[in-house]
Nanobody, 123 residues
């Protein structure tokens, strides 16, 4: 499976961006999906996760709750991350991932990663 992420860029604080991650293959709806980010000098962290199928379950890092929304369109094999009210601390490379397991609100990443898309928030 290949993942192609896009949508990053430079935005002012308070602005919005929408990231997209398109997956190859025909079984996208069977995948739990997640968005991670990695800021310079920091570890990669989970930002948001969405369950397979209709995406009825979602979870967010505390730092982005109320500002970011993860969603999916199975017809387009794509998962999105809508980011609003962006802050300078949201600056990072954002990666999409296919979940190995997502149960009881805990998401476990698989080895399938997108190439990353850079989000830079200027203050």
């Amino acid at each position: 499976v290949q993942l192609q992420a896009c949508g990053g860029g430079l935005v002012q604080a308070g602005g919005s961006l929408r990231l997209s991650c398109a997956a190859s293959g025909s079984t996208f709806s069977s995948y739990d999906m997640g968005w991670y980010r990695q800021a310079p000098g920091k570890q990669r962290e989970l930002v948001a996760a969405i369950s397979r199928g209709s995406g009825g379950s979602t979870d967010y890092a505390d730092s982005v709750k109320g500002r970011f929304t993860i969603s999916r369109d199975n017809a387009k094999n794509t998962v999105y991350l809508q980011m609003n009210s962006l802050k300078s601390e949201d600056t990072a490379v954002y990666y999409c991932n296919i979940g190995r397991q997502y149960i009881s609100g805990t998401y476990y990443a698989s080895v399938h990663w997108g190439q990353g898309t850079l989000v830079t928030v200027s203050s």
